[in-house]
């Protein structure tokens, strides 16, 4: 029986054969699941590859647990609690002194390459919330380095650092784009999340055009907008003058595609200093879940201030929650 297997399929399966790593292998092994066609001339194609994948899963999590208690590895952020963005970018495009204007780190910051010589993770707020940013080591040229990869994989998303007043700004920006792709993981505007296999091959990304304040910026931001500019959303500034950064916190907040629940005790006012982050379309279960597990069985009933028709107004379970909203749960 005939395959059909699309001609992507093709590209990406010899950028798995070609693939060192376990982690490549196993991102192009779900890129691959992601987009074979379904039926029953895919079936043992489809189950040879999950066998793939499982061995390949299997092998990295023995490597896991037998460095286990071997020591930190500086090469890579654990992510926390807070939402993790990677900033990537060229050497000098700006990303330390963008770390150092938006977070409490003072990463070393000079006009000479590889002064980032590994990650540096600092939070930057926006209004009420912490976002992790994580600079890292300039990106010269393709293949990109395996770690690097496993950082982007890990976070939550990835901040592309344009350098407004180089004017080879817009190759660096092709090199690292093809790079993540070779690697398996595709730079998108937004993604997927109703594909659990997209959801591990695609992360959003944001184009920060810094430097915006040198002489040679008006042009570069030209061409750079010429053939980036309708691929990810975008924000202008430039981090060593402090331009910009206010629109910059908004714009990868809003790449996060976040909203942000309060709650209330019956009676009482609401906590507007601690509040749920959820996914957008996230649901009034879904944050009962988050404010505590047995929630999820015991609850009975909310009210909201915010999306509602009304103040107050008794809503359902799968009432779909907007950014702002406040939340009064009853449970029995």
Not at 15 to 43: C, F, N, Q, V, W
Not at 236 to 251: N, S, W
Not at 252 to 263: E, I, K, W
Request: glycine fraction near 6%; aromatic fraction near 6%.
């Amino acid at each position: 029986m005939p395959t059909n297997l699309p001609p992507h399929y093709k590209k990406v399966e010899e950028r798995y054969r070609a693939a060192r790593e376990p982690s490549e292998k196993i991102a192009h092994l779900r890129e691959m699941l992601a987009i074979m066609p379904h039926h029953k001339g895919t079936d043992k194609i489809r189950a040879e590859l999950r066998r793939k994948l499982s061995a390949l899963q299997e092998q990295v999590e023995q490597a896991r647990r037998s460095r286990k208690g071997g020591g930190h590895n500086p090469y890579f952020v654990p992510r926390g609690e807070a939402p993790q963005v990677v900033l990537v970018g060229g050497a000098n495009s700006g990303k330390s002194s963008l770390l150092d204007a938006l977070t409490n780190a003072r990463p070393e910051v000079a006009d000479y390459p590889f002064t980032t010589s590994l990650p540096q993770p600092g939070m930057m707020a926006y209004e009420d919330v912490q976002i992790e940013l994580v600079d890292t080591p300039p990106v010269m040229q393709a293949p990109l380095e395996p770690w690097l990869v496993d950082q982007a994989r890990a976070a939550d998303a990835v901040v592309l650092v344009a350098d407004l007043a180089a004017a080879d700004c817009c190759e660096a920006i092709e090199v690292i784009e093809a790079g993540f792709e070779e690697r398996g993981l595709r730079l998108v505007a937004e993604r997927d999340d109703s594909d659990p296999l997209r959801v591990q091959n695609e992360r959003p990304a944001l184009l920060a055009a810094n430097k915006s304040d040198h002489p040679d910026a008006p042009v570069n931001l030209e061409f750079l907008l010429e053939i980036f500019g309708g691929r990810w959303p975008r924000v202008v500034l430039a981090a060593g003058a402090d331009k910009g950064l206010d629109l910059f916190r908004r714009a990868v907040f809003d790449m996060l595609r976040l909203v942000r629940v309060y709650t209330k005790v019956p009676g009482k006012p609401p906590e507007m200093d601690s509040p749920y982050l959820l996914p957008a379309g996230a649901t009034v279960l879904d944050v009962a879940g988050k404010v505590h597990r047995e929630f999820l069985e015991t609850f009975v009933s909310a009210r909201i201030w915010g999306s509602g028709k009304f103040a107050g107004q008794l809503v359902e379970r799968d009432h779909r929650v907007e950014d702002g909203d406040v939340l009064e749960i009853q449970t029995r």
